[in-house]
């Protein structure tokens, strides 16, 4: 699916329906609002190049 097809108010309203979860009509639009901002924080962290050498760490060592 294309960005531009997505529409963030339909997939909220189909999880909603998928887990079983009313999501009350005060509350809709502020969900909403948090799911396109986690969609354009989620792009830009899709967006970031990696190197093809690098590998998968199976655990994080500071």
Request: aromatic letters at 10%; a negative charge.
């Amino acid at each position: 699916m294309r960005r531009e097809e997505f529409d963030v108010g339909e997939y909220v309203d189909l999880m909603g329906l998928l887990s079983d979860l009313e999501i009350r009509d005060e509350y809709r639009d502020s969900v909403v609002a948090n799911f396109e901002r986690i969609m354009a924080i989620a792009n830009l962290v899709n967006s970031f190049p990696l190197p093809e050498e690098i590998e998968v760490a199976p655990v994080f060592e500071p």
